[in-house]
């Protein structure tokens, strides 16, 4: 009886690996269910999804275009529900949001925010801490690379 319950248990191990190995025959990433509508590619959590694949950001940090995105982003349109520091406002303060989030992924959720947050696993998460779903706040590629280095710098000097 007992050799029997050995031998369930190790079939059942080798089950178990076997339908790993099965997984990454099938190519499929961490996130390997999240496909688009359209059935692929999979999403990919660190772009996001929109227009942007890459952002060039120089080296250090561009004070002209961080203060841009400070007055010319940052106070009218994002201060009324993002902090600086690491408290909750609305939604989630911005302070360590550049190391939590790829630049990328940063660019494409303000301009695509309505569809990144139909997909994307964590900014969902953060739906449900939040309570509140961010609106689309019609970004110019501009606005959203100049916010993005007020961020950046918010990240480094304080
Ligand atoms: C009405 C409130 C509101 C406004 C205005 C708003 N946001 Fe948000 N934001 C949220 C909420 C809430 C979340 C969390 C995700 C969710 O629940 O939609 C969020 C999430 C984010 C995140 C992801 C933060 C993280 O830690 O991952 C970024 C980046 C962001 N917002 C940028 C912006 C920018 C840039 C602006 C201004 C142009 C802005 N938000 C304006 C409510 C807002």
Redesign the pocket.
Known sequence: MRKYFVITGLVMIIYACGSQTQNKDNGSTPAGDLFNEKGNPPYDPNRGEGKFTTVDLGAGINNEIAEAGMTR??DI??S???KLTDEKL???G?KG?TT??HPVW?MN??TN?DEM?NKDP??QS??E???????N?N?SDE??RN?LEF?RKNDRVK
């Open positions: 982003v940052y349109k994002c009324a529900c993002h609305v939604g989630p911005w949001v939590r989030r940063i959720f303000v925010t947050l964590i900014a953060q739906l801490i939040c309570l509140v779903r961010m609106p706040q970004l606005d959203a916010v961020m």
